[in-house]
C-alpha cells in the first residue's frame, strides 16, 4: 500500500512539474509572438509612412506639371501673336521692297536662281573635272592592272588572212594539165567548190579565190591531192573534191572540239561545236574569228576571276560570242542576231545568251559578265597587229569624228590625230567660257560614242585660249 502511495505521489508530482513547463513554454512562445507581431506592426507602420511621403510627392510633382503646362500653353499662344505679327510685317516689307526694287516677287525669284545657277554650274564644273580626276585615277590603276595581268597570262599568236589561197605547184607545166583540154579540168573544179582559179603568169603558183573559206580549204586540199597524184580529169577532180570536203568538215569538227577544251567549256551542242570550227576558217578584217573568240574567252575568264565574277559563265558567253559569224552569209541580220538565234537553237542557257548579246552595243548589258564580254572583245581586235582595216574606211572614220565635232555648237575647229584614237577641238572662246569646255567635252563624246563605230577609245580633247595682243610705241 505504501508503494502505490509513493507511486501516486510521484506521479502527481511529475503531473505538475509537466504542466509547469508547458506553460513556461507556452508563455516563451506567447512572448515571442508578441515580439513578431510588434515588429511587423513596426514594419508596416514605417511601409505606410513612405507611402503617404511618396504620395505627396507625387501630387507636388503633378501640380509643377500642370504649372508648366499652363506655362507652355500660354507661351505657344504668345509665338503664335507673334509669327501672325512677323507674317504681316513680312508682307508689308516684301511689299515695300518690290516698290523699292520695281521686280515682283517672282521676278526676283528668278534673278536669284539665274545667278545662283551660273554660280552653281561654275562650281560643278569644276567638282566634275576634279571628281573625273580621281576616279580617272583610281579606275585606271585597277582596270590597267587587271587587264594587263589577263594579257600578260594570256598570249597567243595571230595569223592575218585574206581572201585568197595560193598553190605551189612542182613546175610551170602543171598550169596546163590543171586546166585541161579546152578548159575542161578548171571548169570541173570551178563548178564542184565553187572557188575560181586563177592561172596568171605567177611562176609555179595558182591562186584561188572565194569570199567562202571553207570552199577555198576544200578547193585548196583537192588541187594539192590532184598534183600529187598526177590524174587530172574531171572524174578524178569529183573524187577528190568528195573526200577533201570530208576531210574539211572533220578538221571543222575537230578545231570546234579543241577550242572547247584549250578554254575549257564542256557540255556543248554538238551542232555548235561544229559551228566553232568553222570560225577556223572565217576572218573579221583579217583577224581569224576562232582565235579571236578564244582569246576573249580567256581574257574575260581571267578579268572575272580577279573581279570576283562568274569565269565560267564569262568563259562559256567569250567563246560563243560571235557564234553568228560561222552563218551570217547563208542568212540575213546581223551576227549577234543570227548567235543569239543559234544558241536558241540549241538549248543554250538564257545567262549565256544575255551575257554575249550586248558585246557590241545592240543591247543594254544583263550582267558584269557582259561587260567584260565587250571590254576582252574590244581588246582582242584592238590590239596591234590584230586586224586590218582598209584605207577607205580608215579615212571616212576620221572624217566622220572631224563631223561630229565641227557640228556641235561651240566648236571653232577639230582635227582627228594619231589615227583617230584623239579628236583635238579648238572652242570658240567667245561662245564657250572654262566651265562650258568640261560640258562640251562630255557632249562631243556621247554623240561619238552613239553615232560611229571604233576600236578602243578615242580622246577627245578641248582646248579654248583667248589672247590680247597689243604693241609699245
Avoid: C
Avoid at 513596426?42 to 501630387?59: A, F, G, P, T
Avoid at 613546175?171 to 571548169?187: F, P, V
Wanted: glycine share 4%; hydrophobic share 40%; no cysteine.
Amino acid at each position: 500500500m505504501n508503494l502505490i502511495s509513493d507511486a501516486e505521489k510521484q506521479a502527481e508530482s511529475l503531473k505538475k512539474e509537466k504542466i509547469l513547463e508547458a506553460k513556461e513554454e507556452n508563455h516563451k512562445l506567447k512572448v515571442a509572438l508578441d515580439s513578431e507581431i510588434k515588429d511587423r506592426r513596426l514594419e508596416i507602420s514605417k511601409s505606410e509612412r513612405r507611402l503617404i511621403q511618396k504620395e505627396e510627392s507625387l501630387d507636388k510633382k503633378i501640380e509643377n506639371l500642370e504649372k508648366k503646362e499652363e506655362n507652355v500653353a500660354a507661351r505657344v499662344k504668345k509665338l503664335d501673336e507673334k509669327e501672325a505679327s512677323l507674317d504681316d510685317q513680312i508682307e508689308i516689307q516684301n511689299k515695300e521692297l518690290e516698290r523699292i526694287s520695281g521686280y515682283t516677287k517672282e521676278e526676283a525669284k528668278q534673278i536669284l536662281l539665274n545667278n545662283l545657277e551660273k554660280d552653281i554650274r561654275q562650281e560643278a564644273a569644276v567638282m566634275i573635272k576634279t571628281l573625273e580626276l580621281e576616279a580617272k585615277d583610281k579606275a585606271e590603276v585597277n582596270a590597267r592592272e587587271i587587264i594587263v595581268g589577263a594579257i600578260q597570262r594570256y598570249a597567243a599568236d595571230q595569223v592575218a588572212e585574206s581572201t585568197v589561197s595560193v598553190v605551189p605547184l612542182p613546175n610551170d607545166d602543171m598550169k596546163g594539165r590543171i586546166i585541161g583540154r579546152e578548159g575542161r579540168n578548171i571548169r570541173a573544179i570551178e563548178t564542184l567548190t565553187g572557188v575560181d582559179l586563177i592561172i596568171d603568169d605567177t611562176p609555179e603558183a595558182v591562186v584561188l579565190s572565194g569570199f567562202d573559206p571553207v570552199k577555198r580549204e576544200i578547193a585548196r586540199m583537192s588541187l594539192q591531192r590532184l598534183i600529187v597524184d598526177g590524174r587530172i580529169h574531171p572524174s578524178r577532180i569529183e573524187e577528190m573534191v568528195n573526200k577533201a570536203e570530208k576531210d574539211v568538215w572533220n578538221i571543222i569538227k575537230e578545231a570546234g572540239e579543241q577550242a572547247t577544251f584549250d578554254v575549257g567549256v564542256h557540255n556543248l551542242h554538238p551542232e555548235l561545236v561544229k559551228l566553232l570550227g568553222r570560225l577556223k576558217y572565217r576572218t573579221s578584217y583579217g583577224q581569224n574569228v576562232l582565235i579571236h573568240s578564244i582569246e576573249v574567252a580567256e581574257l574575260a575568264g581571267l578579268m572575272a576571276t580577279e573581279l570576283g565574277l562568274d569565269p565560267t559563265l564569262a568563259k562559256r558567253a567569250g567563246l560563243l560570242h560571235d557564234i553568228g559569224k560561222a552563218i551570217d552569209h547563208d542568212k540575213e541580220g546581223t551576227h549577234v542576231d543570227l548567235g543569239v538565234e543559234v544558241l536558241e537553237k540549241y538549248k543554250e542557257s538564257k545567262a549565256v545568251i544575255d551575257t554575249m548579246k550586248s558585246h557590241h552595243g545592240d543591247y543594254e548589258p544583263a550582267n558584269l559578265e557582259a561587260i567584260l564580254i565587250a571590254a576582252a572583245d574590244a581588246l582582242s581586235a584592238a590590239r596591234p597587229g590584230a586586224r586590218r582595216e582598209t584605207l577607205e574606211t580608215y579615212i571616212k572614220r576620221l572624217q566622220k569624228l572631224e563631223e561630229i565635232a565641227n557640228t556641235t555648237k561651240g566648236v571653232e575647229r577639230s582635227f582627228a590625230i594619231q589615227a583617230g584614237r584623239e579628236i583635238r577641238i579648238i572652242a570658240n572662246p567667245v561662245e564657250m567660257n572654262d566651265a562650258d569646255i568640261v560640258f562640251l567635252a562630255r557632249e562631243i563624246s556621247k554623240k561619238i560614242e552613239s553615232e560611229l563605230q571604233y576600236p578602243g577609245q578615242i580622246k577627245v580633247n578641248v582646248v579654248r585660249e583667248t589672247k590680247a595682243v597689243d604693241y609699245a610705241k
